[in-house]
Structure formats: C-alpha cells, structure tokens
C-alpha cells in the first residue's frame, strides 16, 4: 500500500508477510525487500537533492535508518534491520543547497557521506579514527575480521568479537568499533585514541570511565559493549551464522541503551544480515523481561541463550590435531590409540583413542572432553559427521584431523604418519605409580590423609580430606588399601596370568583379540578366585558395619588416576553391592578387575604406566538414593580465567552429567565475580531439558553454597598439592541428597 503525503516526502505502510516488489503508479521509485530481508527503497537521479529514510513504529517517532546522495542512475535506501512484521517509513528529499547535519556534530550530511559513500556516518556523530584504531563504520566482513579477536564467550569457545564503544549517549552518541588486539580494553581505546581524561593516571582514568560507563545510569554517559559472530549458528530458514549484540554480564543496560546500540550498529555494519541482542547474564535476562513489551514494540531482534547454543552443527572442544585410523563406533567395535573416532552419541566409557567427534553436543566438563583435554587430543562437534561429505568418504582410511576455531580438517594420511605421530606423541620412558603397601587394614576415612594416597588411591584419601572439611556434606566410609588388592592377586597367582599375557605378541598388535583377553582376565578375577582367610574375615566385618537396610557403595580409588596430570576420568568402576548379592567380595571383586578394564589398560599402555605395580584401592560408603540432583563442576572460570568464576553442569535425578543419556542436557551455567552490585553473577549457558520451562535444576542459595564450598577445597587442595600454579583448579563431583543436603562426592585436580 502507497500514501502520497506530499510533493517531498511518501509515508509507506508495510505489512511485511512475504518478499514482494511494487512501483508506484509514476514509476519514480522501486519497494522491495533485499536479500538480507531489509526493507529497500530505489529512487532516480537528481543532481541537487539528497534523500533521508526514516522508519517508525507509530506514526508520531521517526528514526532516520539511511542517506544517499542521488547521483546514480538507480540510487538505494535500505533498513539497517531485517524486516518486522509492520513498519512505517518515509522518504524525503533535502536540497544538496542547504544540507542538514542530522547527527547534529558540527559537519554537514553530504560532507560525511562522501567519506564513506554510506549514510552511517552521517548518522554518527563520531569523528574518523586511524583504521589501525579502529573505525566508525563496519563496511565489510574483511574489516570486522581484522578488528576481530577470538575469545570465549560462557556457552562459546573460539568466537569472533568486536568491541564497540558508543559516547555522549545522552547528547549527539558516537560509535566506534575498535581493534581488539590493539585495545584490549574499552578504557585504553577511550583513554589512548579518543583522548579521555587527559593527564590524569591511569588508575583515576580507569575509576571515571568505570563511572561513566557501567552499572549506574545516574552517571552513565557512554556504552561498552562487543559484536560476537557465531559462525556455526543455524538459522531456522537454514541459513548460517548470527551476530550478537552484548554488554559486560553484570553492567544492567535498560532498554533504551540498548534499542541504540541496536540501531546505530546496524546502520554502520550494513554488510550484517542479522544482529540479535543478547542477555547472557541473569541481570540481564531480568531486565529484558521486565521490559519484553518494549522489546516486542522495537525493531530490536532478540536471542535467548538456549536457542543460541542449542543451534550450532560445530563446535571446537580441544583445538588440536592428530593423525589415526577414521572410525565410526560401533557397539562391538575395538578402538585403539591410532584411532580417530566419531560417535553418535556420548560414550559411557572411552578408551584412548588419537582423535574425538561426537555427533552430538558435550561440555567441557563431561568425560569425553576431559579425557581429549588430558590427552591433548583433537576433540569437537560435529552434527551429523558420519555422513558429512567432508568426513564420509574417509571413513576407515588413514587421515589427518585438525580442530580449530575456523573449524575442521580432515585429508588422507599415510600409515607412516600416523606411526610416527603415534611414537611421537608417548612418553619416552616407563613410569612406575606409587604403590604402598605397609599399611595393611581398612580404614575408616576419619585416619586416613591426604598423604595416604599412596596407599590408598587419590580418590579416597581426597573424600577423606571432604569428609574433614565439610563433615555431614562428604561421603563417610572406610577404605580398602592396595595391599589387600596385591595380597590378592598373589593367593590366586594372578600376576604371573597378566605377565604371560602381556608378554604375548599377538596381545601387543592384536587390538581386537587384546580386549577379548583383558575380558577374560576380569571373568577370572571375577568368578575363578578365592580370598584369604584373613581378607575374608576383614570383608565380612567391613559388610557388617553398615546397618541391614543400607547397601554399601564400592567406588575405584586406583593409583593411576586423579593426580595432578593424570586423572583417570572414566577409566575404572564402581559398584553398589545389592541386598541380594551376599557376601561383599563379589563386589570387591568386581572393582578390582576394573583395573584390567581395556580402556584403562590402552591409556596406562599408552603413556608407558607399569600395569604390574598398578593397583586398585576402593573407597565404600553408603550409598545414596533417590537424588534430586547431581553435577560436576570445576573452581575455575574456564571462559576467562582473569575473572575469578566457577563453571558447572547439573542434571536433575540421578542422571550423571559426565556420562549422560542420549537425550539428557544438562543445566550448564558459569558463576563469576564480574564486578556487579551482588559479588557473583549466574550465566546459564544451557538449561536442563529434564525440566519444565523457566525452570532451574539448582536454586540460587544451592549454587552460592557450591561456590562457598568450591572456594574452600580448592584453597586447601592446592596447599596439599604443593602447587604454584596460578591455574590449579580442582574438579569436583557433587549431588543433592533426597534430603535435599548438598554433598561434594569427589574432588581431584583438573587437568587441562
């Protein structure tokens, strides 16, 4: 529909359901909708005009969105925004005789429009800065790329990010964009290239711009803030990648700061088809709702984070590369170390293997990706790779696979590049782990010590060290040392077994029949095997110190895992001896023979552990039932590590995180000191899909108790391990009890 309002100007009405084309009855001007969904007005040459597009919601407030000059044969306005569902807009001509300045910063219309050839600095008030500063218009995904710098970003690792500064936004706003690499930071960019504060030190600086910029709008005369690009976004229309719009987490940006941001970015980075603000902060997230009627009544485009993580085909867990046999899993399958390895779904237990690809999503903290961080193994997402025609036509050829940010790599590779990578990639030498064998009777956690994890394994004398920090919120239990497990296998001559079976040549080369005999290794241990007198009476007395109606918990504390580089995740397992089941050996027995589990053997045999002096502890408590929640969680930000933060998944029910179901999605959040009015801010990142809508699997007293408690043991575990590293962080393991109490099951070093 087209209103003629006056000889200067035409006031449109578009209700925006399909593309569509019209001319008006004269032929002077084209409507279209462009590729990028915009709304586009072409006009015919004058030689002493220009033209200024406007849009509005109303009829009564318009913003002017573009300017050209008229000195085409075809000249265009377009929308800085993808089309709406209704819009108003109205063109006019301005003489080039007397031009405006629209954006009221003391040079004309023409003057600016002229440097650019786009309306955006006529626009913008911001002065031309040194492109080796920055910019004040986007033209190009060349020029973002070059002011770009990859960062993570809660939720997405590797991304592009441009930081933006607007100024005066209360007066006549300028915008910039500024290289991230140049100016890490928005106070230096403000400082060293747009001249604040002059004189002053760089402290006092830092405390005026802070002032001036964040978390107060009493004193807020400017807006900090980045352009991310989400390359692996997919679009419900198919299309690929999504730009977002975003401020620091904690900094509580109102509605109207951010509908200018919005429009003045769009307009100056024209060649973006699609910008949505996003609100990665619980501060955030309740603003935006608080004001979602005028967002609804903007032009803003808006993302939720769940639609904006849970849309992506690739994603770079571990960036690195390898070498290895291309497989795709099979449930029957044998993988080995020379093997790169696409799973459909998230395994339950993963052996070493040269290279990961899951077909479906992982967190950082779920076993795969730390066994790929702990192994420094090429590790990503990659939807449907099993039939990708990138990746489909190497299957079960030898090939070379590289993960980056950028994305993946994979090509043909000869067999003696992937023998030499695999040589290249062990330690040189064999390794011996620790193994003491005086202390000779189970114990209760309360005399066990960290320094008895010699004896013990790192798991139990880490609970035990729970237990004395947090008493009532740790498993309490006793623990069976490793000289019950060499007592054992030396009654029934079980090391000669392993040696005449490891010293075999078909078991070295063989993979296939190497797991198939490491089988029956376990079903001797299991069900061929008796137990010394002594250990039968010390077992039975163990059984009988737990109350008849609670079952024990037989949980793997090996001395080949949760060390400071080397942590096991996933390698071995753990029981619950049933009611039914009698004596309580068969579950001991059970734990013991998960030392020859075939994934533990492929990664102690990988990094040249001795599997003889190898043992098995086992740490038993109660076990608890009926859950309400369980999770794992590490005493670090993992996004930026320069902001103090915690990271977690957590699953309501029983449903474990580390090796979830296929179709189960963990809560995933960061909590981080950001510098807001409350010490710590919440960013989820996904939420749990086991739960209704609007819903979170922990409230926020459990999570601000987890992070007190995550504070303490990482304190006291970095004492313990003597480290001077900046970085140590612990991992841990918690749930919440069916009484709803809070309790930390596990803790180790987190190796990355």
Known sequence: MVHAVGKSELILFLSLWASWLQADPNGTHILKLTEQDKFQISLPATADHYAILSRSRDLRTWRPVDLTELTQEENFLTDSTPRFEQAYYQWELVPNSRPRDSDRDGRNDLDEFRLFSHGCLALNAARPISLSDGTTFLRDQALFDRLAKRDNFPGAQNVKEVKFLITDITGEPELYFFDVSRHQFHVRFATNVLGFYPGLSASVQNQIFSRETYFSDANRRNLAGSLVSHENYLRPDGKRGIYTLEFWPTDPVPFQYIELAYEMITRCAPFIDLVAYHAPSETQRRIQSQAQDQFEQSFIKTIETEELFGQIDFQPMHQREAFGRLKLAQSNGTLSARDIVIFPVLPNDLTKIAGIIT????????????????????????????????????????????????????????????????????????????????????????????????????????????????????????????????EFMKHNGLYQVAEAMLAEPRFQNDPEYREQQLEDFRREIKNETTFPLWMTQDLLALQNSFPSEVTPRLRSSANAEDSVSFNGAGLYDSFTHKADEGFIGKSVRQVWASLWNYRAYEEREFYRIDHLTSAMGILVHPNEKNEQANGVAVARNIFDPVWEGYYFNVQTGENLVTNPDANSIPEEFLVADLLGEERYEIQYIRFSNQLPEDETVLTKEQILDLVGKLETLNRRFKSLYRSSDPRFAMEIEFKITEDGIISIKQARPYVN
């Open 359 to 486: 077909e479906v999503p992982q967190t950082p903290l779920s076993h795969v990706n730390l066994k790929a961080q702990q192994n420094d193994t090429p590790n990503a997402f990659i939807a449907n790779a099993s039939t990708h025609p990138d990746i489909a036509p190497f299957l079960g050829e030898n090939v070379f696979y590289r993960v980056s940010a950028e994305g993946f790599e994979i090509r043909i590779a000869t067999q003696q590049e992937v023998d030499d990578f695999f040589e290249a990639s062990r330690p040189s030498s064999k390794s011996f782990p620790p193994r003491n064998l005086s202390i000779r009777q189970i114990r209760p956690l309360s005399r066990i010590n960290f320094l008895d994890s010699s004896a013990f394994g790192g798991k139990a004398s880490n609970v035990a060290e729970l237990k004395r920090l947090f008493p009532g919120e740790a498993p309490d239990g006793s623990a069976i040392p490793f000289y019950y497990y060499d």
